[in-house]
């Protein structure tokens, strides 16, 4: 029989679901320190309306509506962590190059994304990220000026429509300009649009807008392509 070989690394051991709670409480405190209070604020609520009802009601069965209200006050304080836990995360990384790709990395559904930019400016580190969902194809820039970005999508714009004229293009700049999405609210805005084409549309759409990468034209000299790439963990919040 085989014997077991001691050197091998034991597997990691899997974190306890408290502590994974408990690294994003830290997380968003360091960002927000009113969470504290809201979460306070969320649980004695309820469990304070229990109170009062039952006191009310019957005071003998004191036990059983605080007993109701602990739960729902525990799940107030979740749904508040929760909420103020992604804002917390958006401000950490707003701003940063790549933030975009971050915030539609949270869609789990219905829409094909790359998580590469489709378009770099590398002066500015401009960039174009595409979605391909049922509104069609959704271009959305981010960093740069306002001008930088138009640019950008525009010029991206016009590369979809030579390669399918009858898709649906929508622009989104993402920023906190007079005009733009601030980038909380880019999934939002996202999901606004309206629907164009079917599940198959999208696919083929997709796939079709596979190929654009290989039309592109060379990198202009003079033009380093290792710095024109985003750095991968800023697009990925870290």
């Excluded at 508040?80 to 949270?106: F, H, K, N, W």
């Excluded at 049922?134 to 429509?161: F, M, N, T």
Aim: with cysteine.
């Amino acid at each position: 029989m085989a014997r077991k070989d001691s050197t091998a690394p034991a597997p990691a051991k899997k974190r306890r679901w408290y502590r994974q709670l408990w690294d994003v409480f830290q997380m968003t405190r360091q960002t927000d320190p009113a969470v504290v209070w809201w979460i306070l604020l969320a649980f004695i609520g309820p469990v304070a309306l229990g109170v009062t009802v039952g006191l009310i009601a019957n005071p003998g069965m004191l036990w059983y509506f605080i007993v109701l209200a602990v739960p729902f006050g525990l799940l107030l304080a979740m749904i508040i962590l929760s909420r103020r836990a992604e804002r917390a995360a958006y401000s950490r990384i707003e701003g940063q190059p790549g933030a975009v790709s971050a915030a539609l990395g949270t869609i789990r559904r219905g829409w094909s994304i790359d998580e590469e930019p489709v378009a770099v400016d590398p002066r500015t580190q401009a960039m174009v990220f595409r979605a391909v969902g049922k509104p069609g194809v959704v271009l959305i820039g981010d960093g740069g000026s306002r001008g930088v970005q138009q640019r950008l999508l525009e010029g991206e714009r016009k590369r979809v429509l030579r390669l399918i004229p009858e898709a649906p293009v929508h622009l989104i700049q993402c920023g906190r300009e007079e005009g733009q999405v601030p980038l909380p609210q880019i999934v939002k805005a996202l999901r606004k649009e309206k629907g164009n084409l079917t599940k198959l549309e999208v696919a083929e759409v997709s796939k079709r807008l596979t190929a654009l990468a290989k039309l592109r034209m060379p990198m202009p000299k003079g033009i380093d392509p290792t710095r024109a790439r985003p750095d991968r963990k800023a697009m990925r919040g870290r």
